[in-house]
């Protein structure tokens, strides 16, 4: 891990002033990855879960300059994120409050700084903290560093 590592944690109203910078982060770790990866999709999703109580941001500054970060928010009861779930799963698996799930819904790390446990400090420092009992995090089956 790098020494010169800096982890921050932002709530949704102090993100304004680096938006643009957490676009180009986005847009460098999924260099590649497809059209599905593109900037106004991103910034859409971006800005819908911004809006959800609770978001929160941890970014990695390296030198000054974003390497990476992390963000989710807390599963709001009536949420969609569980449709399409596989059966079978365990009565009241899928039931939300607004309490009880933390959805890490990015973990970024900038292609030049990956492999040096960046994504993995970013992800403990977010984590951690939450207050929620559990944590959920989609990924496509084949994504082997996710
Ligand atoms: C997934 C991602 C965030 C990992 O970032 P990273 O900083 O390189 O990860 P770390 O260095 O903290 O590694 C964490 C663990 O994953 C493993 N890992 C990282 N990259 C890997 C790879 N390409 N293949 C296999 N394992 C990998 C590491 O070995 C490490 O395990 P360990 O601590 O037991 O050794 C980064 O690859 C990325 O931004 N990918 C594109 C975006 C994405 O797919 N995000 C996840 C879905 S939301």
Known sequence: ??????????RADEVNDILDDLV???????????EFYNESRYRQQLAGHMKVAGWE??????DGRLAGYAYGFPLPAGTRWWSGIEEPYPAGF?????????????LLVRPAWQRQGIARAL??????AR???RMTLLARHDNAPA
Do not use: C, Q, W
Request: glycine share 6%; no cysteine.
């Open 57 to 62: 941001l941890v970014t990695a500054r390296i």
């Open 94 to 106: 899928t039931e939300e409050d607004g309490r009880r799930t933390f959805a890490l819904s990015e």
């Open 1 to 10: 891990m790098k020494d010169n590592l800096i982890l921050d944690r932002h």
């Open 131 to 133: 207050p929620e009992s």
């Open 24 to 34: 180009e982060v986005y847009l460098d770790a999924h260099s590649g990855d497809g």
């Open 123 to 128: 992800h403990d420092e977010l984590v951690d």
